[in-house]
DNA sequence: ACGTCGTGTCATCAT
DNA sequence: GCATGATGACACGAC
């Protein structure tokens, strides 16, 4: 069937839609399996679910509430035309909503006769606008922001961690360089077909938190899915494991609630069997009844790809449009005002058809997006020609906006190193969304809105000075929110790799049991091989976490105390110059009384050379004694009594000469000049009693 | 571009 | 021998 050539898809968020309801439902009505409900439009016939039916449908509850059997036929009304109705029923069973510009009104007239739920009025009230307003014919797609830093930096790790390291891991992960499909083909090599297929599809998610941390899909195609915090061990052990483990089987298998923690969004990850398939076809669940896209029509998009920047960006649209012809060109965004952004949304899965025209500002120039050679590689290769300056602008955006060096020369290495793609979600520079008209209020655009009140555009994408980033998408990168990413990161990377492995106990055990209870817990259950290693690694990590907290926390109050304990020591070593110094004062003040007590002896006093000598031991040279000790010498005396002077400081040399014994008075004591000097103390002192 | 900081992880050793 | 804790070293993202 011509299913929207020029598409756009919207992911929407909506709690109706359990991922692993929906898509064995949509398996089941592809395959038309337990269906129970023939639905005519126009001359065109669907088989489908009556409960799905009435589930998201007004329209269809009232006309199928009270009938049963097989064979029920709805005919709709005139009204409702196949180009309306099919995409409506995509997203039924899907989620998704593709639409085109040609189509969304439509789409929109044929929600409104059948009362589709989970609709919402503001999507088409959001997009609507978008697309036709201001005489515009441009589909502007509103981006939403949807993944989460850590998603973008696991991605990003990886491709920096795996680049030159994982040489083989790449090529079984990320062999094919459309990382965004890759997931729906990890099972087996036809899977790389649906990957190709589907690579005219741009997916991105749309809740913020649909693809967290852990969902598995951010690593989907591109093979980086693995945690890159533990890429160590998981080399080691042998565990690389790509999106095929991350949203094959194993996540299919999974219950919904899971899924849908995983993703909350209906990006619903293709399983096993429908990557099997066949090769080079799309995911089943992504295509409409006729059991496959057109090639040159849209892909739904895959599975949560837009958990990160480069999967619902940068590997999102390069997967979808074929910009092979397109290159990196200098064309200012300014030059396209309100030009409709390429690139994949956040919130909203933009699919673009083969010759989309995103022409912009008048500048009507299609992309030409061959689902077959769309191949990556072939992004910035080639050359120009002519082209748009739209796509110009989209080889632009993939070229500077996706990756951190717009060098061409790089973004080449980079499309073509499967690694290198991841890198590109690392890229946090999303100018073209400056095209976006993103004045509206975030009330106004549905997928905005999804992420919450807080959600707030800058104010200068309020006031039209819109800044590199996306709103929607900065929030993401920007970190702001990552302040518990990292445990968070961890955690979630577990529970989602407990998920994977089915393990039959929360993964939150593994951590928070003791020894022998853990030890005890496993004893109980029958792991694998797989399932013990790594449970063990999950606990060892865990562990060895909390235990290199506490070792920093220990090193930080250890240099905390260090740096109390010099300024302590400071403070004592201040305090003592302070007391030195005051002795020092104290010393010379008592030294002046000294000179001041021997000259009144001196001045009043008649004493005999002993008693003169005496008190020239303790007097200064100025002192009268000396004088007198001069004009009669007593040699006895010199020779038991050496009086010298000396500096016992260099502080003290401005104080003047200081008096000291330079050998203990050999003399008995008490000392024959005691009698001479009865005033002084007969007190012996320390160091003569000693003696 | 570069340095710093915080964090997780790994390897190693000790208990 | 294994589990656990401590710690240095490293990688990485964020700033």
Not at 107 to 120: T, Y
Request: net charge negative; charged share 25%.
């Amino acid at each position: 069937m011509s299913l929207i050539p020029r598409t756009s898809v919207f992911t929407f968020q909506s709690s109706v839609h359990c991922l692993h309801v929906l898509r064995c439902l949509d398996e089941q009505r592809r395959t038309e399996i337990l269906c129970d409900v023939t639905v005519v439009v126009e001359n065109k016939s669907y088989r489908a679910h009556r409960s799905v039916l009435a589930a998201c449908s007004d329209h269809f509850r009232s006309r199928l509430s009270g009938h049963a059997g097989q064979g029920l036929v709805i005919t709709l009304p005139e009204e409702v035309t196949v180009e309306g109705f099919e995409p409506l029923l995509q997203f039924a069973y899907t989620a998704k909503l593709l639409f085109t510009r040609e189509n969304i009104v439509e789409i929109h007239n044929c929600a409104e006769i059948l009362g589709f739920h989970n609709l919402d009025k503001a999507c088409f009230d959001f997009l609507l606008p978008k697309f036709f307003d201001h005489g515009k014919t441009i589909p502007r797609i509103q981006r939403k922001l949807c993944c989460k830093t850590k998603c973008c930096q696991r991605k990003s790790l990886q491709a920096k961690s795996q680049s030159g390291s994982d040489g083989d891991e790449q090529e079984v992960d990320h062999g094919d360089a459309e990382p965004v499909l890759s997931q729906a083909g990890q099972e087996n090599g036809s899977a790389r077909s649906a990957e190709t297929q589907s690579q005219n599809s741009v997916s991105v998610s749309e809740s913020p938190d649909a693809c967290g941390p852990s969902c598995p899909d951010e690593h989907a195609g591109t093979g980086y899915g693995l945690c890159p915090k533990y890429r160590k061990f998981q080399m080691a052990c042998g565990k690389e494991r790509c999106c095929l483990e991350d949203c094959g089987p194993t996540e299919a298998a999974a219950p919904p609630a899971q899924t849908s923690e995983l993703c909350a969004s209906p990006c619903l990850p293709c399983t096993s069997k429908e990557n099997n398939n066949g090769a080079g076809e799309p995911c089943p669940r992504n295509l409409p009844e006729t059991g496959g896209w057109p090639e040159n029509e849209v892909t739904p998009l895959v599975n949560c790809l837009p958990c990160t920047p480069e999967s619902s960006t940068s590997t999102g649209f390069l997967a979808t449009a074929d910009l092979s012809h397109v290159q990196p060109a200098p064309t200012p965004s300014s030059d396209i005002p309100d030009c409709c952004p390429v690139g994949p949304v956040e919130g909203a899965s933009v699919v673009e058809g083969d010759e989309v025209e995103l022409g912009c500002g008048g500048i009507e120039g299609p992309v030409n997006i061959d689902p077959v050679d769309s191949a990556l590689p072939n992004l910035v290769q080639e050359g120009g020609g002519d082209r748009s300056s739209v796509e110009r602008e989209v080889a632009e955006h993939l070229a500077k906006g996706f990756w951190t060096d717009p060098s061409p020369s790089q973004a080449e290495s980079l499309l073509l190193d499967p690694e290198g793609q991841a890198v590109l979600g690392k890229a946090a520079d999303f100018h073209w969304l400056k095209h976006l008209d993103l004045n509206a209020s975030t009330g106004d655009c549905p997928f905005l809105r999804d992420l919450g009140e807080g959600v707030q555009l800058p104010e200068e994408f309020r006031t039209g000075a819109q800044p590199e980033k996306s709103p929607c998408i900065s929030s993401v990168n920007s970190g702001e929110n990552s302040d518990s990413d990292s445990e968070g990161d961890s955690e979630s990377y577990n529970s989602e790799r407990a998920r994977e492995m089915q393990l039959p106990f929360p993964v939150e055990r593994i951590s928070s049991l003791s020894r022998n209870d853990f030890q005890h817990l496993l004893r109980l259950q029958s792991l694998t091989r797989e399932q013990l290693d790594f449970v063990h690694d999950v606990r060892r990590r865990s562990k060895n976490r909390v235990a290199a907290q506490r070792c920093r926390k220990r090193k930080q109050e250890c240099i905390l105390g260090l740096e109390g304990e010099i300024h302590k020591l400071r403070g004592e070593r201040e305090q003592l110059v302070e007391e030195r110094e005051q002795l020092k004062r104290r010393k010379v003040e008592a030294m002046r009384s000294l000179s001041e007590l021997c000259h009144k002896v001196c001045s009043e006093a008649t004493l005999s050379p002993e008693q003169l000598e005496f008190l020239a031991q303790f007097s200064s040279p100025d002192c009268p004694i000396h004088a007198l000790m001069s004009s009669s010498p007593s040699p006895d005396l010199s020779l038991r009594f050496s009086l010298t002077l000396q500096d016992q400081d260099p502080t003290a040399k401005s104080h003047g000469p200081v008096l000291s014994f330079p050998d203990p008075p050999r003399q008995p004591w008490p000392h024959p000049l005691l009698n001479a000097a009865p005033w002084i103390s007969t007190a012996p002192p320390p160091s003569l009693t000693s003696a």
